[in-house]
């Protein structure tokens, strides 16, 4: 068996395509310090090429073309290696300002694709978005067939709520390394807010295949099927975020809400009051749906309270609106549920709270 060295790891983000060509034949590909691949000091965005999900996938897809390729990774102890390259640097440096002048100067030896999307990604990050776009159309003018550029152009197309064009971005990201979760991710909450959630639900249930133990997958999962009227399926996918982040204040929420369409009200309640034990802001608007509960569960003056304390303090546009929709949904649940009891003060404090 032939044994390749891989390129030092803090090239990685800054290599298209990530592996060198490779002999025909079984072969070993060893990495060293892996985690060089990943330092990145970008605020507010995160060039993607060094998120361990992309480039794991980028290794994985590369080596599965080969057919014979096998994978070793070792960390070194001791002093790592230098750092030489260029762009490498930059995304160590703390200033995103110097960040991207070295970006330019190193363009300036070669716009090859890779350093394009790299300085296309610190350009997003100081807001200069019509260079970044102009970076990014270069790249895949370059690059027509690297998920990294239509990823991030669909990142750039989000900025400028273009949902439609980001959901080709993501969707092309997708098709190029399928084995990427977060292209599947975006993909789905891009199609999400152009109303097609049957597709959304499809990309979410492809990034969950891949990472079946991520939370947000899950979460996403759930909150599209409960769009789609599948509660018990919703259900089951919002307990299992709260399995695994007992913690996650949204995770209950999530629970109540479905549990509270079901209506199973007792076990909404309990659901809406475990993510407010949860929950430091205590978000007056999951506040509002605990308050609900307590109506349908013939509770009127503790919904009352729970509605004072939800809405003292809040600005006036926003108290409003949250009342109005209180309202709303309180009708819905009585005219759903007319042998309801006890709601009737409830409905009168809202009403009157809407008219001062």
């Not at 960390?75 to 930059?90: D, F, S």
């Not at 776009?133 to 003018?141: C, F, I, N, V, W």
């Not at 205590?282 to 509960?293: G, I, M, T």
Request: proline share 7%.
């Amino acid at each position: 068996m032939m044994v390749i060295e891989a390129p030092p790891a803090s090239e990685w983000p800054f290599r298209h395509p990530l592996c060198p060509a490779l002999p025909p034949g079984p072969v070993e590909v060893r990495a060293r310090n892996t985690a060089d691949a990943y330092v990145n000091q970008q605020a507010g965005t995160q060039l993607v090429t060094t998120q361990p999900a992309y480039l794991d996938a980028e290794w994985t897809a590369a080596l599965a073309r080969h057919g014979q390729a096998t994978w070793v990774a070792t960390e070194q102890g001791g002093e790592r290696p230098p750092v030489t390259h260029p762009l490498a640097i930059a995304f160590r440096l703390g200033d995103p300002a110097e960040r991207l002048e070295c970006c330019v100067e190193f363009l300036e030896t070669g716009r090859t694709a890779a350093a394009l999307v790299a300085t296309a990604s610190v350009c997003v990050e100081v807001n200069d978005l019509d260079a970044a776009a102009r970076d990014l159309d270069e790249a895949l003018r370059l690059a027509p067939e690297w998920a990294a550029a239509h990823y991030e152009r669909g990142k750039l197309r989000l900025r400028v709520d273009d949902m439609a064009g980001a959901a080709e971005c993501f969707q092309r990201a997708a098709d190029l390394l399928p084995g990427f979760a977060p292209a599947w991710a975006n993909l789905g909450g891009t199609l999400g807010e152009l109303a097609r959630p049957r597709e959304a639900l499809a990309a979410f249930e492809r990034a969950l295949a891949l990472d079946p133990s991520s939370p947000q997958a899950l979460n996403n999962v759930g909150v599209v099927r409960r769009d789609l009227g599948r509660l018990s399926e919703s259900e089951a996918a919002f307990r299992q975020v709260i399995q695994l982040t007992p913690g996650m204040a949204f995770g209950h929420y999530n629970l109540g809400h479905t549990l509270f369409l079901q209506g199973r009200f007792h076990a909404a309640l309990s659901a809406y009051a475990e993510g407010q034990a949860r929950d430091a802001e205590k978000n007056p608007v999951q506040a509002s749906r605990l308050a609900l509960c307590k109506v349908a569960t013939g509770d009127a003056a503790g919904a009352l309270r729970e509605l004072h304390r939800a809405t003292a303090g809040l600005p006036r546009e926003y108290r409003q609106q949250l009342l109005g929709d209180t309202s709303a949904i309180l009708w819905a649940l009585v005219t759903q549920h007319p042998g309801l009891a006890g709601w009737q003060p409830v409905h009168d404090w809202l009403a009157k709270e809407l008219e001062a």
